[in-house]
Antibody
Framework: EVQLVESGGGLVQPGGSLRLSCAAS????????MHWVRQAPGQGLVWVSR????????YYADSVKGRFTISRDNAKNTLYLQMNSLRVEDTAMYYC????????????????WGQGTMVTVSS | EIVLTQSPGTLSLSPGERAILSCRASQSVSSNFLAWYQQKPGQAPRLLIDGASSRATGIPDRFSGSGSGTDFTLTISRLEPEDFAVYYC?????????FGQGTKVEIK
C-alpha cells in the first residue's frame, strides 16, 4: 500500500527535543517535495516546514525557524523533523504530507498524508 | 504571507442539501494554486480539489471547486452522510503555504 507513517511523538518537557520520522512506502519518495503540517488539539491546520526532493533546500514557518530542522534520507525513504527548544505551544498532532498526487499530474497540493504523531510539550 | 479566510465557520445542513463554502485570500493566489481538503474526526486531511477546480482521484463529482484570484468556492451539490466534516482551503502557490481556518459542515 502507498503510504506515509509517522513516528517519534510523545511527551516532552519545555525546552526539550524530539525527532519525528515519516516513513514512505510504495512510491518514489525521492521524486517528491515533502512537508510537515501540525494541528493543535481542536484547532486548524498549520504548515510547518518543507524540503525539496534532494534535500538541498528547506523552508520554515516563522514560528519554528531556528528551532526545527527538516531533513530526509532518500536511501531510507524517510523524512525527519528535528524539534529543539520545544515550547508548550508546539503541542500538536504532526502530519507529514507529500506534495503531489502521484497520479502523473503536476499538482503540488498535498496529495498524501500520514496518520500523524502526537507531540505534547508539558512540565 | 497569504492569509486565507473561510466562511462560514459552521454550516448546519441536512443530507441532500447543497453546501457552499467560501475561501477568500488576502492577495491573488498564484496560478490559482488553491486546494480543498476534507478532515473527519481522528483522521488525517484528504485532498479533494486542487488547481481551484480539479477533483483529486476518487473524489465524487458532487464535489466541485471554482473561483480565481482571491475568491474561491467549494460546492457539495447534495450532502451525503459521509460529507459531514471540516473543510480547509490551502494555497500552495507561494511560500509559506497557508491554510484557512476551516469550515465545519454539521448535520442540522
Amino acid at each position: 500500500e502507498v503510504q506515509l507513517v509517522e513516528s517519534g511523538g510523545g511527551l516532552v518537557q519545555p525546552g526539550g527535543s524530539l525527532r519525528l520520522s515519516c516513513a514512505a512506502s510504495r512510491f518514489t519518495f525521492s521524486s517528491f517535495w515533502m512537508h510537515w503540517v501540525r494541528q493543535a488539539p481542536g484547532q486548524g491546520l498549520v504548515w510547518v516546514s518543507r524540503i525539496n526532493s534532494d534535500g538541498s533546500n528547506t523552508y520554515y514557518a516563522d514560528s519554528v525557524k531556528g528551532r526545527f530542522t527538516i531533513s530526509r534520507d532518500n536511501a531510507k525513504n524517510t523524512l525527519y523533523l528535528q524539534m529543539n527548544s520545544l515550547r508548550v505551544e508546539d503541542t500538536a498532532m504532526y502530519y507529514c504530507a507529500r506534495a503531489g498526487r502521484g497520479d502523473g499530474s503536476l499538482s503540488t497540493a498535498f496529495g498524501m498524508w500520514g496518520q500523524g504523531t502526537m507531540v505534547t510539550v508539558s512540565s | 504571507e497569504i492569509v486565507l479566510t473561510q466562511s462560514p465557520g459552521t454550516l448546519s445542513l441536512s443530507p441532500g442539501e447543497r453546501a457552499i463554502l467560501s475561501c477568500r485570500a488576502s492577495q491573488s493566489v498564484s496560478s490559482n494554486f488553491l486546494a480543498w481538503y476534507q478532515q473527519k474526526p481522528g483522521q488525517a486531511p484528504r485532498l479533494l480539489i486542487d488547481g481551484a477546480s480539479s477533483r483529486a482521484t476518487g473524489i465524487p463529482d458532487r464535489f466541485s471547486g471554482s473561483g480565481s484570484g482571491t475568491d474561491f468556492t467549494l460546492t457539495i451539490s447534495r450532502l451525503e452522510p459521509e460529507d459531514f466534516a471540516v473543510y480547509y482551503c490551502q494555497q500552495y502557490g507561494s511560500a509559506p503555504r497557508t491554510f484557512g481556518q476551516g469550515t465545519k459542515v454539521e448535520i442540522k
